[in-house]
């Protein structure tokens, strides 16, 4: 093509090249004028590698025909290695000018095609989409190389240049909050993992991090961190916090609220002894739910002229999440015998009120 036939001009012109290209030139000039007509292989033009850009035969496949020689170019594989912390996917033109996408595995090396002798820099996008990234969007970046540069495998590796971020999220203040903690990048939410590298994430707009947890089913939010550009090879490292007060505060009511539910059942169970003596649903009717299958359960209890009496109830469990507070305590009845119970009571907080809604022996 005119691309590579201009990456062999400009290659070749280089200072370092010319008196190389010169002397093989004249030698492959001397092997086609000294050459019997039986002759195939009249040499061939070397790059700084020693490598075959270039061989010149008899009746070959085309390149560049002049009489009967064929100049046929010989192509490098070029490698890309990903060493982020995710796959990553790049879109270019090749040297034919075809558009392609390759996608390229974390830690692995992996093919971008073949290509001529020289030194590219190529103009390519870099994809984030659902295969790689949890926020999506393209990037415009470069990928570059050249050919005389080899690795220790002597494989040619191509640098990809793209604005991303990748970024570790210290949290502080956490403690106390439940462990099930999520990110948030952009309003998106992902699992939070310490020490783990969130990335790579575009850039082209800025990325804003904030993390949300909860105690006892009551949602926390961190600050908000926002991420512009990649800071270097090494993960962004950034701090979320929780705020220590309001969470002490929100334990402080939930403490009350377990303190005030222990008080509302021993109020029940003195309650519960009156109702049994006097067999009458009244005494209790106030701490349970109206009109449910407990209700009616406790009402058909009580009126059986059974004299069941106990002692203060001792608690083993109170524990306030999400409006409800779950009791677990032991009782001991007229016969001495030791009954374990599970209630569950609904927690009016505008009126900072109790109410039964479930209750079992177990």
């Known amino acids: 093509t005119h691309a590579e036939a201009k990456q062999f001009v400009d290659y070749m012109a280089k200072k370092d090249n010319?008196?190389?290209?010169?002397k093989e030139m004249n030698n492959i000039k001397s092997n086609i004028k000294n050459s019997e007509s039986n002759t195939v292989d009249f040499g061939y033009i070397t790059d700084k590698q020693e490598r075959k850009l270039i061989e010149i035969t008899m009746n070959g496949k085309k390149f560049i025909f002049i009489d009967r020689l064929a100049f046929k170019p010989i192509f490098h594989d070029v490698y890309i290695e990903n060493n982020s912390y995710s796959n990553a996917k790049y879109e270019f033109n090749n040297v034919e000018d075809k558009q392609q996408i390759i996608t390229a595995p974390k830690n692995k090396t992996t093919n971008i095609g073949k290509f001529f002798v020289g030194k590219y820099d190529i103009e390519a996008q870099k994809i984030y989409d659902d295969d790689n990234s949890l926020i999506k969007g393209?990037?415009?970046g470069n990928i570059r190389f050249d050919t005389d540069n080899l690795n220790s495998d002597k494989k040619i590796i191509a640098h990809a240049s793209f604005k991303d971020a990748n970024f570790k999220a210290n949290l502080i203040n956490n403690e106390k909050v439940d462990d099930d903690i999520k990110l948030y990048i952009n309003d998106?939410?992902?699992e939070y993992e310490k020490n783990k590298v969130y990335g790579?994430?575009?850039?082209?707009?800025?990325?804003?991090v904030y993390a949300k947890g909860k105690?006892?089913?009551k949602e926390f939010k961190t600050n908000t961190v926002t991420l512009?550009?990649?800071?270097?090879?090494?993960?962004?490292?950034?701090?979320?916090?929780?705020?220590?007060?309001?969470?002490?505060?929100?334990?402080?009511?939930?403490?009350d609220i377990e303190l005030g539910a222990k008080s509302f059942m021993e109020d029940y169970t003195k309650e519960l002894n009156k109702a049994y003596k006097e067999s009458n649903y009244k005494f209790i009717d106030k701490y349970i739910e109206s009109n449910s299958d407990l209700s009616r359960y406790m009402r058909s209890m009580v009126e059986s002229k059974k004299k069941n009496k106990y002692r203060r109830p001792e608690f083993e469990n109170v524990n306030?999440?999400?409006?409800?507070?779950?009791i677990v305590l032991e009782k001991e009845n007229q016969n001495k015998a030791?009954?374990?119970?599970?209630y569950v009571l609904r927690y009016d907080k505008a009126n900072e009120k109790f109410i039964i809604i479930q209750y079992s022996d177990v």
Do not use: C, M, T, W
Request: charged share 30%.
């Open 138 to 140: 393209k990037v415009k």
């Open 188 to 190: 998106k939410p992902i």
């Open 200 to 208: 790579a994430y575009p850039v082209n707009k800025p990325l804003k």
């Open 18 to 22: 010319r008196n190389k290209f010169k």
């Open 320 to 326: 306030y999440q999400g409006r409800k507070v779950n």
């Open 215 to 217: 105690i006892s089913g």
């Open 228 to 255: 512009n550009s990649d800071q270097g090879a090494e993960p962004q490292k950034i701090n979320l916090k929780f705020n220590e007060d309001n969470i002490n505060n929100y334990l402080k009511s939930i403490k």
């Open 338 to 342: 030791h009954i374990k119970s599970e």
